[in-house]
């Protein structure tokens, strides 16, 4: 028997026990469990409403030997955005760490949360100075994880192995991942709150800005972020460890989803209510501050582009990234 994760049913987090005994004497009760969580034992599988935990069964279902499958479809009332926003970052308070890049999504996570953060980067990169600056503002504990060419290097081939895939970009995401899981576990934490999920429901990305149809790209986004979630979770696993995404909370989803496309972006501002609900708990520059995506901010994405050249790769990342795969 194992749960993965966190569940927690009528305020009560539940254990491996209870869990699977929810299962057999309340499959009822277990419609209602929130969390992120897979759980698994010798004849039933179960996992959260979004699939934020990998597992062996679709997202948000039940299945159970000689029962019918059941959904997991928790309803925890309507809220508005900050209530929810609030609520979910409460419910992964208790213990763990936040990935703290100084952008908006994680910064509300963090002063929310209060929690140690940790930031990953090269010495000048963006984001671990202004990770460091914001945390400092903000009045939270930081620790700073300094990274160099030599150690990406060393750390590439086993990262190209977890992601799974040959996209440069991926890659990239997947490396700045990989290094916050791997500190976050060296630091002794197993949960990691991430500010994921903001950009696909809040209009983040730049490329939204001349969407002719926002409401259709964000509702895609949204869909397809779970191919990332489970490229980053399976990174995490390999640390012991799981990122907790509070944006991809039922209440979270629900109230973003009741805001109408074309309010999440006003005047050229991306993630307009995001901000709106920050203001109210940090500086309005760090509100509205704009970053670059992690692979970018972080100078990972500078370094990869260093060690193709310098292995000879120097027109194609992804002739470098196959000869990663074969990097014993």
Request: with cysteine.
């Amino acid at each position: 028997m194992v749960l993965r994760g966190w569940a927690r049913l009528d305020g009560q987090v539940l254990s491996e026990v209870q869990f699977g005994t929810l299962v057999r004497e309340r499959p009822d009760g277990i419609e209602r469990v929130e969390g992120e969580f897979f759980f698994e034992d010798d004849t039933c599988r179960a996992r959260d409403w979004f699939g934020v935990i990998p597992g062996s069964c679709p997202p948000g279902t039940i299945s159970c030997e000689g029962m019918p499958d059941l959904r997991i479809a928790p309803d925890p009332g309507e809220s508005t955005l900050e209530e929810a926003i609030c609520d979910a970052v409460e419910l992964r308070s208790g213990y763990g760490v936040t990935a703290l890049s100084g952008g908006v999504d994680s910064a509300l996570v963090a002063v929310l949360a209060g929690l140690p953060c940790i930031t990953v980067g090269f010495a000048e990169s963006h984001d671990m100075r202004h990770g460091l600056e914001v945390a400092s503002l903000l009045g939270l504990k930081c620790d700073p994880l300094i990274l160099d060419d030599q150690t990406v290097e060393e750390h590439l081939p086993l990262i190209v192995r977890l992601s799974a895939t040959d996209n440069p970009v991926d890659i990239g995401i997947a490396a700045t991942q990989f290094f916050i899981a791997r500190f976050a576990h060296d630091l002794g934490h197993e949960r990691i709150l991430s500010g994921q999920g903001a950009d696909e429901q809040f209009g983040g990305y730049s490329r939204y800005l001349s969407s002719s149809d926002l409401a259709t790209d964000l509702d895609r986004d949204l869909h397809g972020i779970i191919h990332q979630v489970e490229r980053d979770q399976s990174i995490a696993a390999y640390f012991g460890c799981y990122f907790s995404l509070p944006y991809l909370d039922v209440r979270v989803v629900r109230a973003a989803h009741e805001i109408p496309a074309h309010e999440k972006i006003r005047g050229g501002t991306r993630k307009y209510p995001l901000r709106e609900v920050a203001k109210r708990y940090m500086p309005v520059d760090i509100a509205g501050y704009e970053k670059k995506a992690m692979q970018y901010g972080s100078g990972i994405w500078s370094c990869i582009r260093r060690l193709a050249r310098h292995n000879g790769y120097k027109t194609s990342l992804k002739d470098y990234v196959n000869h990663l795969k074969r990097v014993e």
